[in-house]
């Protein structure tokens, strides 16, 4: 298995990305969750992060291609986002608070890591390889 660092170009491998996410985010505890729906939310999603500034993914391949695990992030811009959970970070920490912890440092937004690879320490050597050189990531 191997890790691979992506950009944008993560659209290449955008459908094995979507197969595994949605493996990953349709198991327990995240069952109710139907697999056709949860694809094409998550690869609606995808399409609109990797434009974000300071994207990058990585994601862990087996050798016949497919994704055993996968990252992706970028770096937090202001205005700080409502949607998602956003608006509960800034009202935990308030707007000042936000803005000097969170705005320009880098923002995981996604860690998955499928049944078949777990227990491997993989989801941690996929955190080190996305926050490796990511403003903030020495924040700590």
């Known amino acids: 298995m191997r890790v691979q660092r992506?950009?944008?170009?993560?659209?290449?491998?955008?459908?094995?990305?979507?197969e595994a996410y949605a493996e990953?985010?349709?198991?327990?505890?995240?069952?109710?969750?139907?697999?056709?729906?949860?694809?094409?939310?998550?690869?609606?999603?995808?399409?609109?992060?990797?434009?974000?500034?300071?994207?990058r993914a990585v994601l862990a391949l087996s050798e016949d291609g497919g994704v055993d695990g996968f990252a992706t992030g970028w770096t937090t811009q202001a205005p700080f986002r409502t949607d998602r959970a956003y608006g509960k970070v800034t009202r935990r920490l308030g707007a000042d608070r936000v803005n000097e912890l969170l705005v320009g440092s880098f923002e995981i937004d996604e860690l998955g890591v499928r049944s078949r690879a777990r227990g491997t320490g993989l989801g941690q050597r996929l955190l080190s390889a996305l926050g490796s050189g990511a403003p903030g990531a020495d924040h700590g």
């Open 6 to 18: 992506y950009g944008p170009d993560v659209l290449t491998v955008a459908d094995e990305l979507t």
């Open 24 to 55: 990953v985010f349709t198991a327990p505890p995240w069952e109710p969750r139907g697999p056709e729906e949860t694809r094409v939310e998550f690869r609606e999603r995808l399409e609109t992060d990797v434009r974000r500034p300071g994207f």
